[in-house]
Structures are given as structure tokens and as C-alpha cells.
């Protein structure tokens, strides 16, 4: 069992920043890949960015690539999505999720037995 619990969620207004984490704790945290993925009101689960195991390699979705970016530290357990020039179309639920295989839908998450975090609400105003 893997527990992950993100934090850093708000009010921001368009074009700010805000940094989200996501503490895990349970199995090895080095030994899994994690991704952020977000839902938007009315909208499905989407892909946000994902990180490899030891942090060499990241993804990201188009719509993000340049303003946001992932990071872990595994020491601390934690992995991070710094978000920046936030738009009001950025606004939804963000999401941790650990997996034992690279990640970079939601189905891989579940397909592969990954675990989700319980997510935090990012708002954006105009």
C-alpha cells in the first residue's frame, strides 16, 4: 500500500503560481514513478506531467510544457508540481499518483495497480 497526500491547492489569481506536494508514505517511494493529473469541472481525469524514479526524466501534457514542472525528492518522500503563469483553464482538481511503471494516462495508473492520492483543488480567477 502506498499513501499519498498532496497539499498546496488555492485561490490564485491569472498568472500566478502556486507549488504543490504530495507526501507518500507506505512502499518504496524511489521505487515508483509519479505523475500529476488533473480533472477540470464537467471533464475527465487528464495527464499533467510525470517523473521517472530516480528524477532523470520528466513528461508533460502540451497544454502545460513550459509553465509547470515536476520534481521529487526522494529522501522526503514528497514530489512537487510547481505551476506557473496559471490560467483560468488550469483551474480543477490535481491529483498525485505512484505507479510501477511509467505513467502517462490515468488508465496506467489504475491498469498497472497504482494508487491516487485524494487531490486538491486549484482555482484560478480572470
Known amino acids: 500500500q502506498v499513501q499519498l497526500v498532496e497539499s498546496g491547492g488555492g485561490l490564485v489569481q491569472a498568472v500566478g503560481s502556486l507549488r504543490l506536494s504530495c507526501a507518500a508514505s507506505g512502499r518504496s517511494f524511489s521505487g515508483s514513478y509519479m505523475g500529476w493529473f488533473r480533472q477540470p469541472p464537467g471533464k475527465e481525469r487528464e495527464f499533467v506531467a510525470s517523473?521517472?524514479?530516480?528524477?532523470?526524466?520528466?513528461d508533460y501534457a502540451a497544454s502545460v510544457k513550459g509553465r509547470f514542472a515536476i520534481s521529487r525528492d526522494n529522501a522526503k518522500n514528497t514530489v512537487y508540481l510547481e505551476m506557473n503563469s496559471l490560467q483560468p483553464e488550469d483551474t480543477a482538481v490535481y491529483y498525485c499518483a505512484a505507479a510501477p511503471v511509467p505513467i502517462y494516462a490515468a488508465s496506467m495508473v489504475t491498469s498497472s495497480r497504482g494508487y491516487w492520492g485524494q487531490g486538491t483543488q486549484v482555482t484560478v480567477s480572470s
Open positions: 517523473i521517472s524514479r530516480r528524477g532523470g526524466s520528466t
